[in-house]
């Protein structure tokens, strides 16, 4: 069972924070758990109601088989949608025992927030559902009035203190882009990660955001979402709620906030396209998964490599970027952000990866399309390596040559 006390408001210095006591039996967990903002921002956190913390939990009780207890109030939209819909969704995906919401109180919550939220993460999503709804004519209502960056999870969480440090550096990134597109910027951080010790954060990266959102839905009338993948690729996974939160979006909404996924009828690829000419992106674009896979692993090699570019172009997201980039004839136009000179070194590697791995990754079978489209050049290097990839030749020899390393 899963325990949720009334949220309650406190202030610490120049930060408000609202808490509730979340018991989970089957983790062993008794903490509190908190929501932050900036004093400018507390006013909109959503205590009146526990909508933030019942969305929050919803993956660790249907994973581990926990009923949902909430000593307060829930909407009703929402704890309408968890109990018929959502929590029978999560059990199904991870072929567990259906499990319920119960709530001392549901209530007709109406916040009257007016404010248009769009995550600024400055990754392709992000930076497309930006550009897409900055100056919405046809539908001024989407057009976005406030951009956020939540520090829930997406850093990384075996060192809480490393994440904090990379979510304080890039936040000041995120701020001059603000500036730039004269939009505030809404900061929220949260100590959730102790809830989901045993989770990826592709696999539960969508509630904690979604979650976050409801934390200031006094705030939020609508919040726009970046994509993680289209319509089409729409399937029930345990890796990623991504492929489904089409469906989760409009049943974690509330009577009050609207999450709206922006833009689920493009392609990773579209949207690159749609960001390539522009100066801003060229400039602040950031997809580097580096800061995530160094707090996992701080002691790989990609830990260790030195912060020369905005983005470590060294890791799988960078790489399929700039492959994109590339293929479409662009790769110069983002030289200050990307090591251009290490791409080109591994690149005929990558592309051989790419295509070899092309059926079972969505992103990979983007990119080899592209190069279909492009009828872009496999060089004689890449088909060796292909060829390696498919004989299992290569796999081997980076074991054999890990193991003389050692």
Not at 35 to 52: I, K, N, P, R
Request: contains cysteine; positive net charge.
């Amino acid at each position: 069972m899963i325990r949720i006390s009334c949220p309650k408001i406190e202030r610490h210095n120049d930060r408000v924070l609202m808490i509730s006591n979340i018991t989970d039996e089957y983790q062993n967990i008794n903490e509190d758990i908190y929501y932050t903002t900036t004093d400018e921002y507390g006013e909109y956190l959503c205590h009146e109601v526990a909508d933030a913390f019942v969305v929050g939990v919803l993956l660790p009780a249907a994973r581990y088989e926990q009923d949902i207890i909430v000593e307060g109030a829930v909407s009703d939209r929402l704890y309408y949608n968890i109990n018929n819909s959502v929590l029978y969704t999560l059990s199904f995906v991870w072929r567990k025992k259906r499990v319920r919401l119960y709530a001392k109180e549901v209530v007709n919550s109406q916040f009257n927030g007016d404010a248009v939220g769009c995550g600024c993460s400055l990754g392709i999503d992000s930076f497309a559902a930006m550009l897409l709804h900055l100056n919405n004519v046809e539908l001024p209502k989407y057009n976005i009035t406030h951009l956020t960056y939540f520090n829930v999870g997406a850093m990384g969480y075996a060192n809480l203190e490393k994440a904090k440090a990379s979510y304080n550096k890039d936040i000041e990134l995120v701020k001059k882009f603000a500036t730039k597109v004269n939009l505030p910027i809404v900061q929220l951080e949260s100590n959730f990660s102790i809830l989901y010790k045993e989770f990826d954060f592709d696999q539960s990266g969508d509630i904690r955001n979604f979650s976050a959102v409801l934390a200031l839905q006094k705030l939020f009338g609508k919040y726009l979402y970046g994509s993680s993948y289209p319509i089409q690729d729409f399937k029930f996974e345990i890796s990623q709620t991504g492929y489904y939160e089409t469906l989760l979006a409009p049943l974690l909404s509330t009577n009050s906030c609207e999450i709206v996924i922006a833009n689920p009828d493009l392609t990773r690829i579209e949207k690159t396209k749609i960001i390539l000419d522009n100066k801003m992106a060229q400039q602040t674009l950031y997809v580097c998964w580096k800061e995530l896979l160094a707090n996992k692993f701080p002691n790989s090699e990609i830990a260790r490599i030195k912060d020369k570019f905005l983005n470590c172009s060294r890791c799988d997201k960078c790489l399929r970027t700039l492959l994109a980039i590339d293929v479409m004839g662009c790769l110069e136009k983002f030289k200050d952000i990307f090591d251009i000179e290490y791409y080109k070194t591994v690149k005929d590697k990558y592309v051989a990866k790419v295509i070899y791995a092309n059926k079972h990754n969505a992103f990979y079978k983007d990119l080899s399309n592209l190069i279909k489209e492009y009828n872009h050049p496999i060089s004689f290097r890449s088909r060796i390596y292909l060829v390696m990839y498919r004989l299992k030749v290569y796999g081997i020899a980076q074991r054999l040559k890990s193991l003389l390393k050692k």
